[in-house]
């Protein structure tokens, strides 16, 4: 079974689609995660909560950001 | 930075992301790629930068240094009811913003100050604090600085013109003389005679 040129191209778009929508639901809750932990950490005065707020909650959002960044800029995969 | 705007813009980050992951959809209008770069790039950036500058600030307040177990005896010293003592003095006299009494003595810290060394340091006092055994008294890197009591004093009359201070005025600027060498202003923290003296109670 063959398919036409019409549908490939369709089938190559949902698949691209797919690609964005896990990258941005994945780089979403790695900032959501990490401005949390950024937030909770404002509200403890104590010397860990900047440890937390750069060792887990900066990295958190860094990691998401890269992600969102590289599924702009990556060849959609099928 | 007010603590409101920061939480504004971690609010902000927080309603945008969520609306990104539960509808990711959105991002296939123009409009859904904006917000989506707003949310999920500007706004976080946005929101770390603020809190690094709210966490810096709120580092300066003495409370937060004493909240340190080990530094309690040095927040113990600030009420010695003796004006020979100079960090008492200047902390009950308001010489010092008694808010921020530790930062403006020491502004040199690990944390504002230095580069990855000084970073290591400071982990390294999370280590001893909280893992490790805590060095008692005290013991700074360096010695202390004089630019600690000369960006007040410098400027003042009776500072300069002063008969003590004028004869060795070069001497103190350059760091040759350090204030609290002995014979001049020598009691400082003194935390390990701090059973034997008074302390001041201030009036509620």
């Known amino acids: 079974m063959t398919t036409e040129p019409g549908q490939a191209k369709q089938i190559e778009a949902q698949a691209g689609d797919k690609f964005i929508t896990t990258r941005l639901r994945l780089s979403g809750v790695l900032i959501i995660s990490g401005v949390l932990v950024q937030g909770i950490s404002l509200f403890w005065n104590h010397p860990l909560s900047f440890l937390a707020f750069i060792g887990i909650g900066s990295l958190a959002v860094f990691c998401g950001m890269v992600v969102y960044l590289f599924a702009l800029v990556s060849p959609r995969k099928s | ?204």
């Open chain 2, 1 to 204: 930075m007010p603590a409101t705007a920061v939480a504004t813009v971690l609010v902000l980050t927080l309603g945008i992301a969520g609306l990104l992951v539960v509808r990711p959809g959105i991002t296939s209008a123009r409009g859904g790629k904006i917000l989506a770069f707003l949310g999920l790039f500007i706004f976080p950036v946005f929101a770390g930068v603020l809190g690094l500058d709210n966490h810096i600030e709120r580092s300066k307040r003495t409370q937060f240094c004493l909240s340190c177990h080990m530094m309690e005896p040095y927040g113990k010293s600030l009420r010695i009811d003796d004006k020979s003592y100079i960090p008492a003095a200047h902390f009950q006299n308001n010489r010092v913003s008694r808010d921020e009494a530790c930062y403006t003595c020491h502004t040199d810290y690990t944390l504002y100050t230095g580069g990855v060394k000084a970073k290591i340091r400071g982990l390294h006092h999370i280590y001893a604090q909280y893992l490790g055994a805590p060095h008692q008294p005290v013991r700074l890197y360096q010695p202390f600085n004089n630019r600690e009591c000369l960006h007040c004093h410098l400027g003042a009359r009776s500072f300069e013109e002063g008969t003590t201070h004028g004869p060795v005025m070069d001497d103190i600027k350059s760091n040759q003389l350090s204030c609290v060498s002995s014979g001049c202003h020598d009691l400082v923290h003194n935390v390990g005679h701090l059973d034997h003296l008074k302390y001041w109670s201030p009036q509620p």
